[in-house]
């Protein structure tokens, strides 16, 4: 994906009584969720998340938004509504209030209540605004009416913004689970209320656009987790998404049934467990749970260890059992329960997991071999549904890559709504609605932030293409002292390699080539510092290349004495 | 997985009258298939193929077995079996014959055809003995029986090889498509003619082991790919396997069917069907040829192009179409048929290409939407009937990761072979077949071997390693110049830094303390340039992680003047 967009300008200014839609993350990625509402000089956000970075982006943690978009006007910010607590909605949040501490960020109770566990972390306090269910809430210019929606976390919001240039309904994540663990509908009859009201745009989740048919209700993962725990005899490791309170309820549940006592394993997930418990929205029978200290010292028939790790994250738990690098040792007989979807990018650290833990002798049952998982957004027929409750003049599929994107468009287009309503934007692209009608108008700077370590934008493009360079082939460096007057080598070469292959020894054959030529330069009296160093890489670059057919990174140091 | 056994010691001396059995590779991973036969201190080896590297081998381009275990055995080698002319299979044969040249390869027509035209890239005429179906060859103690097994490449073998020590049956890869197109079955009747005779170990691929069921027929692509063909008006790309020419074949009719003009994109896919053409394995109609030249100036609606790249390789046609940067510029409307596996490792690689194609709006038809491939391995359904078939008395999985080989013993155990008449056995692992028992006696070197440019074996664990650091964290280099008499400093420090997102400035902050550093040690008179190493590597590293989190690879270069 080409950040920003080459073959669009920017925008012009905002028409009056217009409402311009900026996403400045989730078009055209799965991840760093980010849209800019902008009406009359004020601003509305919805969801601030992070994307996490794939091999071709080394060593980074995680991908945040660029808010140069909004740097210059956070005065003019009314609020962030934050649709659910997902790391790809919230995870920037910290990001963002470092820049302004008083945005109000507006969500469900659930919602706000793992934000601010999580701000207490970067030891910020936010300002909070609790949304109820169809309730409406003015923010500026923005109504945002708020309604419930179905996710893999609870107490997901949509949320319906109403500005005088038309109204808006941003489904957020959703799936419509028609028999949801609590009870808690996507709440299709206030769409159709909308639609009949009239929706100007629709923004919906595109995620399962390409996927056919109907989610698997939640409830059915249960009695397939009752099997599981039945024909385990040793331990029950399971492993879920530290936000997945409804999956966890059902682990819990399995495992109190069959007289087993339970220990959260991870950082996020006892975090999460904890707040989720303490607010009523897990319930844990007294007496169930315990550490990781006394799960390790129980007879593995009596414990259930719940655990992050399901993407096989190498630093997690799960990871190192299942390398025998951890004091949880897996043994014949255990069972581990992958009960996650396969986020993609993750497909080779999961399967390193399940062989590591299948060699030790583990049972490894995933969602490829029994049905512990099912999704948290819409397929295609769900997603039909809400196109035909809501009939939106203009419609703009959101969270999605490309091929997620165009799917989506396409079953638009299949209800009806007319081909040039729909309106198919990538980060960073600008989109007007004016006199209802939704148009693409340009394009601003919407690319990659990198946080790495302790900085945030440090790590440019060219620190990565070194890096990837660097990974590939590791370099070669060759320090040579020269003497400024004379031009003449006093010092060196030393040659230093580190990740190219090439044995030390070798490079005794390249040091005469090396010295020869400085000798010449230097008669031929040149002194310029890039010269010499020119001078240097071409010859042990070719001759790298020659002999080795490699093309390691070529670092020539010139100490002038 | 580690490679060597830490478990397992090195095993005693094969009985007389034994055979001994250790697989070199294909064991605990899908790839790199060797097995080395020996009885009677002769040798016998079939397969001889290529791992591909995955991410945490950066910049590696194959993985070859490892020949210790047979280097100073290589005059006893009889033959190398080859079984079918995959690169996982063939791969690595052109390294061993580096080693001893006249190493006769044995195989099918087809596959000494494709694996002569591969050495001859490498310069290497090979000793040849072609095997016909059912024929039986002797190669010293060894006699070999060649049975016709179905797969995704014509012409694949299976071999039973009988020694006084029993009769070993190794499926090779197969499946058991009971229409293919070339009418050529896999020899089931066989199977249980051996069966009777008595099959004393049966070796057998696991790649679908877990996969229920049973293969669809290659030739239920057919009306697919018509479908495709009749409702496509601009240019159709298909993607697949260079060596699947009934894939080929499949897509050459269908473009003949709907009067399009069919060009072979790829260097391998070029070469393969040339060879395939030649030997009648593919029929094309005449006029039905043109070269890429030729494919890039007629109407898109004349054009096929069967292309490589159907795994996402960065620089292959594919993925320099999706990134518009090849002179075929894909447009709307445009389709590209994936009709192809989705090699594990590949998932995030093919998902960007689909993106990139889908961006510049290809319709993008993959088997995630259509009947576009088939594996060409035996799901479970097919794997129990060869078990039932051939009720062997010893059962070994082969050609599988360790999920892979449990799920193959698991139905192996099903079928009524005794739980201790099954071996699992990974990479180095010795397995004895003494008196109709097999047993695993001990365990050998096995490691991976990398080729990376024109060496093999350069590529250390160590090399690695360093490229992992290398590519996360990037290099901080230090030069310093000492006077070899006084220990004093008269350069430097000159610091340079790549990928490691550290501004060239920041460096200034450190350096007072690096001086520091190096006037305190000289005034104590430390002039050993280790200790001053360590030194500066303490100065700088310590610097670097406290004020950015980070920890790249620390450089001290000392220059004594």
Known sequence: MSHPHPELGPPPPLPEGGLRIVALGGLGEIGRNMAVFEYDDRLLIVDCGVLFPETDQPGVDLILPDFEYIRDRLDKV?????????????????????ERRDIPLVGSRLTLALIESKLAEHRIQPVKVQAEENERISFGPFECEFLAVNHSIPDALAVAIRTPAGVVLHTGDFKMDQLPLDGRLT??????????????????????AEVPGFVTSE??????LNEVFRSADQRVIVACFASHVHRVQQVLDAAVEHGRKVAFIGRSMVRNMGVARDLGYLRIPGGTLIDSREAEELPPEEVVLISTGSQGEPMSALSRMANRDHPIRIERGDTVVLASSLVPGNETAVNKVINGLTRWGARVVHKGNALVHVSGHAPAGELLYVLNMTRPSNFMPVHGEWRHLRAHAALAALTGVPDENIVIAEDGVVVDLVDGRARIVG?????????????????????????????????VSIVVVIDSTSGKLTGGPEIHARGSGIDPAA????????????????ADGVADVQQIRRLIRRTVGSWVNTTYRRRPMIIPVVVEV
Chains 1, 2 share one sequence.
Do not use: C
Request: glycine letters at 8%; zero cysteines.
């Open 507 to 522: 490079f005794d054959e390249v040091r005469p080539a090396i010295e020869a030529a400085l000798a010449e330069a230097a």
């Open 443 to 475: 394009a601003v700077q919407a690319g990659y932030v990198y946080v790495d370590g302790a900085s945030v934008g440090d790590i440019t493009e060219i620190a990565l293409k070194d890096r990837r360079i660097l990974g590939d082939e590791g370099f």
């Open 187 to 208: 709440d299709l009859a206030a769409f159709a209320r909308l639609g009949a009201e009239g929706i100007d745009l629709l923004m919906s989740d595109s995620t399962n």
């Open 78 to 98: 009314e609020a962030v509504v934050l649709t659910h607590a997902h790391e790809d909605h919230i995870g920037a949040v910290p990001y963002l209030l470092r």
């Open 219 to 224: 409830r059915e993962i249960s009695p397939v």
